[in-house]
């Protein structure tokens, strides 16, 4: 069975340009998650799909990002414009059930964006 | 909300050597709690998790036990090595709603 994937594994862009990342999660899987790592802190939620639909967008940090998932399969992540503070690992992770008590999450190897 | 706080890093072992990388939490109720290892230019990966109190998780020869009353949830290692060298992430999750709260992550580099 093949894992959470994302593209591209790095991507470089100047300040002002735009950018989408993409995830693959596991077949099947109804939630998607996805996370970012800023500069060697810790790892922080940014939003939650369940299926097509927008569970939590609590984490997304401002309106210059907005997340899909049409069709309740892939999701993009689109970050317009992008600024320096935006860089970072983003990760995707997805799980099967409702993320509850016990539920694992699925993490992708994450998309590294440098912004300069 | 629930939190979890980590030992800071990096921490430098030699081959052999015993691990313990601290993590500690605050939550409502009693989630599941996790730690994740990141490999130098890998993702995430599950490392081992524990559902309930006094629950010990093992994997690779890691082990940490869900402590309830000193809400901790230690990380150990007999015998570290090299290729153990990675980030470690305590985690748990936010209630019922399944994003995961991290702690910041503990660089491990075991030296031969």
């Known amino acids: 069975e093949a894992g959470v994937t994302q593209f591209p594994s790095h991507s470089v862009i100047e300040k002002g340009q735009t950018v989408t990342l993409r995830c693959d999660p596991i077949?099947?899987?109804?939630?998607l998650y996805w996370y970012r790592r800023v500069m060697g802190k810790e790892i922080k939620f940014l939003l939650h799909?369940?299926?097509?639909?927008?569970?939590?967008e609590s984490g997304m940090p401002n309106n210059r990002f907005l997340a899909e998932r049409t069709g309740g399969t892939y999701s993009t992540l689109k970050v317009q414009p992008a600024e320096l503070e935006d860089s970072g690992v983003y990760f995707c992770?997805?799980?099967?059930?409702?993320?509850?008590?016990?539920?694992?999450?699925?993490f992708g190897p994450g998309t590294r964006l440098l912004v300069l | 909300g629930n939190s979890v706080t980590q030992m800071e890093g990096p921490v430098t072992l030699s081959e052999e050597a015993f691990l313990t990388i601290n993590c500690t939490y605050t939550?409502?109720?009693?989630?599941?709690l996790f730690w994740y290892v990141q490999y130098p230019g890998e993702g995430l990966q599950l490392l081992l998790k524990?559902?309930?109190?006094?629950d010990k998780g093992s994997n690779k020869g890691f082990e940490a036990t869900y402590r309830k009353e000193t809400t901790s949830f230690h990380l150990e290692k007999g015998s570290v090595q090299v290729s153990d060298s990675a980030v470690y992430f305590c985690?748990?999750?936010?209630?019922?709603?399944?994003?995961?709260?991290f702690g910041q992550g503990t660089t491990l580099q075991v030296k031969p």
């Open positions: 799909f369940v299926k097509e639909s927008k569970q939590d």
């Open positions: 985690a748990l999750p936010q209630g019922n709603t399944g994003k995961l709260i």
């Open positions: 524990a559902t309930k109190a006094d």
């Open positions: 077949s099947g899987h109804d939630n």
């Open positions: 939550a409502t109720g009693y989630p599941s």
């Open positions: 992770a997805s799980s099967q059930d409702p993320g509850t008590w016990g539920e694992t999450q699925y």
